[in-house]
């Protein structure tokens, strides 16, 4: 049976659940605390290192596109000029 999107399991076996994963003591609470904050921390540095893949490559593009033309202009290659 599900009540509030929390399942409830017949005979205690929410506090046998918990129990099995640590989470059964007044500790509990700051653990679970504990844990969000590192999903939310986890997802925030993934985020940010996505981001920074994504500049870095498009930074590494852009510069490559302007020493090719910087080599293209200084050999006049393709215009005949500087034979």
Not at 56 to 61: D, E, H, L, Q, Y
């Amino acid at each position: 049976m599900k009540k509030h999107g929390v399942m409830k399991l017949p005979n205690g076996g929410n506090r046998k659940a918990l129990a099995e994963i640590g989470l059964d003591d007044q500790a509990a609470c700051r653990d679970v605390r504990d844990l969000r904050e590192l999903l939310t921390n986890w997802r925030r540095i993934r985020r940010e290192a996505t981001r920074s893949l994504i500049t870095f490559g498009v930074r590494a593009i852009l510069i490559f596109m302007v020493l090719m033309a910087a080599v293209v202009i200084s050999t006049g290659f393709g215009t005949g000029i500087g034979r």
